[in-house]
């Protein structure tokens, strides 16, 4: 239902697709390629997610802002979508955790947003026909000007977006999960001796630092563009290779520092973005899948195991292209079967096509965490006995 308080607005799809609502965000234009989450929650986390830069988020869920806005729940230091799309929001959220409602939050960091339109066929037009650019404007309401401005904004395949999301300066992490939302018995920092992670930043998500420091890690954060020089300066105990945006074929420097850095035998975890470029630096290709998987409830596994998880990509490792890489497929995504999983048969690595952080999203691969851990621990003691 329209509000007297939230001005006309118009979403325009590169394919000429013109959707009227009104804004629910800030006033302005942006531009970006179209996507659909699944997720009924974690909205926030999906806003401040740096693998979104570059795109506007639909969200299939038919309310949005109930819960309203708080710091704690924040992955990055501010939103990294371009825009949301909404079916209704909430103007007065209710939660005891709310600092702001969602509205108000969008219109602080100038983030538009488009509410008022059928979420459920734009969701079906980009399943059928695939992601594509589209734009959200309070100030072009004429959908043929507005269509201009999209078909001139460049593909998501080609671009590199983790040099724009990744931290310039390197910096130490050592916040952990907070007891009160601790869910594994397993993760406990204080019964050994830290071990030092390198956690190469391509658009990480802050909960991703905070399971590492649940296990028990100290975490060096260093920008994506880190020399291997630089990396294996801090004499790491592991490499962690972070989620981010954009084509991983593109981020040339993750890949180059990824291959140089199989030769230093260290244990190296990647998740999403760092799963992609972890395949790309061992010989495999990746390609742009057609409208990508992005919700809490895909199910991953293999050989009758399965785990529900949360995800959030655009591009995939192609199988055909995994002869002569020395690696296995651990996980396939169950409802396309597309690659989800790979580990080493040799080196100590390994990498998931997902988020088992789960922030939002189910908890079933926390263990991916303690797996990695257990590998630093086995390279830590190795090194100490052939320490002279």
Same mark, same amino acid.
């Given at each position: 239902?329209?509000?007297?308080?939230?001005?006309?607005?118009?979403?325009?799809?590169?394919?000429?697709?013109?959707?009227?609502?009104?804004?629910?965000?800030?006033?302005?234009?942006?531009?970006?390629?179209?996507?659909? #989450? /699944? *997720?009924?929650?974690?909205?926030? %986390?999906?806003?401040?997610? +740096?693998?979104?830069? &570059?795109? $506007?988020?639909?969200?299939?869920?038919?309310?949005?802002? #109930? /819960? *309203?806005?708080?710091?704690?729940? %924040?992955?990055?230091?501010? +939103?990294?979508?371009? &825009?949301? $799309?909404?079916?209704?929001?909430?103007?007065?959220?209710? #939660?005891?955790?709310?600092?702001?409602?969602?509205?108000?939050?969008?219109?602080?960091?100038?983030?538009?947003? $488009?509410?008022?339109?059928?979420?459920?066929?734009?969701?079906?037009?980009?399943?059928?026909?695939?992601?594509?650019?589209?734009?959200?404007?309070?100030?072009?309401?004429?959908?043929?000007?507005?269509?201009?401005?999209?078909?001139?904004?460049?593909?998501?395949?080609?671009?590199?977006?983790?040099?724009?999301?990744?931290?310039?300066?390197?910096?130490?992490?050592?916040?952990?999960?907070?007891?009160?939302?601790?869910?594994?018995?397993?993760?406990?920092?204080?019964?050994?001796?830290?071990?030092?992670?390198?956690?190469?930043?391509?658009?990480?998500?802050?909960?991703?630092?905070?399971?590492?420091?649940?296990?028990?890690?100290?975490?060096?954060?260093?920008?994506?563009?880190?020399?291997?020089?630089?990396?294996?300066?801090?004499?790491?105990?592991?490499?962690?290779?972070?989620?981010?945006?954009?084509?991983?074929?593109?981020?040339?420097?993750?890949?180059?520092?990824?291959?140089?850095?199989?030769?230093?035998?260290?244990?190296?975890?990647?998740?999403?973005?760092?799963?992609?470029?972890?395949?790309?630096?061992?010989?495999?290709?990746?390609?742009?899948?057609?409208?990508?998987?992005?919700?809490?409830?895909?199910?991953?596994?293999?050989?009758?195991?399965?785990?529900?998880?949360?995800?959030?990509?655009?591009?995939?490792?192609?199988?055909?292209?995994?002869?002569?890489?020395?690696?296995?497929?651990?996980?396939?995504?169950?409802?396309?079967?597309?690659?989800?999983?790979?580990?080493?048969?040799?080196?100590?690595?390994?990498?998931?096509?997902?988020?088992?952080?789960?922030?939002?999203?189910?908890?079933?691969?926390?263990?991916?965490?303690?797996?990695?851990?257990?590998?630093?621990?086995?390279?830590?003691?190795?090194?100490?006995?052939?320490?002279?």
């Amino acid at each position: 239902m329209a509000h007297p308080d939230f001005p006309a607005a118009l979403l325009v799809l590169a394919d000429g697709s013109v959707f009227s609502g009104w804004s629910f965000g800030a006033p302005g234009t942006t531009v970006g390629e179209v996507v659909f #989450n /699944t *997720g009924m929650t974690g909205y926030q %986390e999906v806003l401040t997610d +740096p693998s979104y830069c &570059g795109q $506007i988020v639909t969200f299939t869920y038919p309310e949005l802002g #109930n /819960t *309203g806005i708080n710091s704690e729940d %924040e992955e990055s230091l501010r +939103p990294q979508a371009r &825009g949301a $799309i909404a079916r209704n929001i909430c103007l007065e959220p209710s #939660n005891w955790r709310s600092q702001q409602s969602l509205t108000a939050y969008l219109k602080e960091h100038g983030l538009p947003g $488009i509410y008022g339109i059928d979420t459920r066929a734009l969701t079906r037009k980009i399943r059928t026909t695939g992601a594509m650019n589209g734009a959200i404007s309070t100030e072009i309401l004429d959908p043929l000007e507005l269509l201009q401005k999209v078909q001139t904004a460049p593909s998501m395949q080609g671009l590199n977006l983790a040099k724009v999301v990744s931290t310039t300066t390197a910096y130490e992490w050592t916040e952990p999960t907070a007891t009160a939302w601790e869910f594994s018995p397993k993760a406990n920092p204080h019964t050994e001796s830290p071990l030092t992670v390198v956690a190469i930043d391509f658009g990480v998500k802050r909960n991703i630092l905070r399971r590492l420091a649940s296990y028990g890690c100290r975490i060096i954060v260093v920008p994506a563009d880190t020399s291997t020089a630089e990396i294996l300066a801090h004499n790491p105990d592991g490499i962690f290779l972070s989620n981010g945006p954009g084509d991983p074929a593109a981020v040339q420097e993750g890949i180059t520092t990824a291959r140089e850095l199989l030769e230093a035998g260290r244990p190296m975890f990647g998740i999403c973005l760092g799963h992609q470029l972890l395949g790309l630096s061992l010989g495999a290709d990746t390609f742009k899948l057609k409208f990508g998987h992005r919700g809490l409830n895909q199910p991953a596994g293999l050989d009758r195991q399965v785990e529900i998880t949360s995800q959030n990509h655009g591009f995939a490792i192609s199988p055909d292209s995994l002869s002569d890489t020395g690696v296995t497929v651990t996980h396939l995504n169950l409802n396309d079967q597309t690659i989800a999983g790979l580990e080493h048969t040799n080196l100590p690595l390994f990498s998931v096509q997902y988020h088992p952080e789960a922030s939002p999203g189910p908890h079933d691969a926390d263990y991916l965490f303690g797996k990695f851990v257990q590998q630093m621990r086995e390279y830590h003691q190795k090194k100490v006995k052939s320490t002279p």
